[in-house]
């Protein structure tokens, strides 16, 4: 179906789709490496999966959505303070203009967006980490990032599912896109960061590539001090915390060896 809707500037279409939904109350789920609502509002995790839409899967039978779950912790992220909503406005008006693909199918979505969202929560959950738009925008595309380069993005309540895997993002030309907008935000900005203005033209960082291009595995590059490097090295990083610190050095000298041991 389509909608038309009055915005400011004028009018604007959205499309949507009606799914017939059947509502259950159940047990919370059980989130795999979760001990802690980190980085969200106590009991949010558990009041957000209480309830549960059922949505056809077929025509013999219905699964469980979590659709539900996802829009209640988006809620909960709105209770916090910082512009954690605002970064991911940014980021979705950037995907709609310039990170879109031919004909508009098998691209990054908003429903990517949120996810990345709900991961950099967890990732970052010092309000220190949320003071600014530029930083809080930075949170968020450190993970697109690694998401990208790695074709993975994990469900934030299914870890081992890939959201990627049945969207078929074109990576090969993603990947670059946003890479660029991460190096050089005000060529695609109205409003600009308080960042070094590139005069050059812009050129990949092959430290940074190199960084996001490492293996996956056993969730080694999946936390918050992988992540703070590379904020460090966008220019982005100016937290105070002294174990973050050294957790991140610690982790940048086991990257060193294990490069030195490959080459």
Not at 7 to 18: A, E, L, P, Q, S
Not at 186 to 207: G, I
């Amino acid at each position: 179906m389509e909608l038309s809707l009055l915005i400011c500037g004028g009018w604007k279409t959205i499309r949507f789709d009606i799914v017939p939904v059947v509502r259950k109350w159940r047990e919370p789920l059980r989130l795999k490496g979760r001990l802690s609502d980190r980085g969200f509002p106590a009991g949010s995790l558990r009041k957000a999966t209480q309830e549960a839409h059922f949505v056809p899967a077929s025509p013999h039978c219905w699964r469980s959505s979590s659709h539900l779950p996802i829009l209640k912790l988006l809620q909960a992220v709105d209770m916090l303070k910082g512009p954690r909503l605002d970064s991911l406005r940014v980021l979705n008006q950037i995907r709609s203009q310039d990170w879109g693909e031919e004909g508009g199918k098998g691209g990054l979505t908003f429903k990517h967006l949120k996810m990345v969202l709900l991961w950099s929560t967890e990732f970052f959950p010092s309000p220190e980490d949320w003071q600014d738009l530029e930083g809080s925008v930075y949170r968020l595309l450190v993970i697109l990032l690694r998401c990208l380069a790695t074709q993975r993005l994990p469900h934030f309540l299914y870890p081992e599912e890939n959201l990627f895997q049945g969207d078929h993002p074109d990576f090969t030309s993603l990947y670059p896109k946003v890479e660029s907008f991460a190096w050089d935000p005000q060529r695609f900005l109205h409003f600009h960061f308080d960042l070094p203005v590139h005069t050059e033209s812009w050129k990949a960082d092959p430290r940074t590539q190199a960084l996001l291009q490492l293996p996956a595995k056993d969730g080694s590059y999946w936390d918050t001090a992988y992540f703070d490097i590379l904020l460090s090295q966008f220019q982005v990083y100016r937290i105070q915390d002294g174990v973050r610190h050294s957790a991140m050095s610690q982790l940048l000298s086991k990257i060193q060896q294990e490069i030195l041991q490959q080459s």
